[in-house]
């Protein structure tokens, strides 16, 4: 496994949504080799409305010259009062990020062969 940084704010360090965020950064790097870091920021900021806590959940991952940031940040979802939706969706998003990036630089490889 690449490097891997977690840091919680807002809430306590938590061993099982850190294992979590272990086990879904483990399956992107498997995925896209390239991967040279990931930072995740994981927290419980205190919401000024009548809704629970909701799951911030922030990421960096880095690719060869490029860092590819996701911020899920969703006030208005209910269903990121549970960190690990939160973080479920953020790792989805990065996924389709990442695979965008991964098939242009392969497209254009292609180009540069013919």
Known sequence: MKG???????????DAIEQHIRSKASKLTEKY?????????VGLPHNHSH????????????LPGELVAITNDNHDKHEHEDM???LRDAFDKAQ???????DKRVDSKRRLMH
């Open 4 to 14: 891997i940084e977690i840091s919680f704010r807002d809430m306590d360090p938590s």
């Open 33 to 41: 080799d390239d991967i040279t870091g990931i930072r995740a920021v």
């Open 51 to 62: 809704k629970g806590k909701i799951a911030h959940v922030s990421l960096e991952i880095g």
């Open 84 to 86: 690990y939706v939160a």
């Open 96 to 102: 389709r990020r990442i695979s965008k990036i991964h």
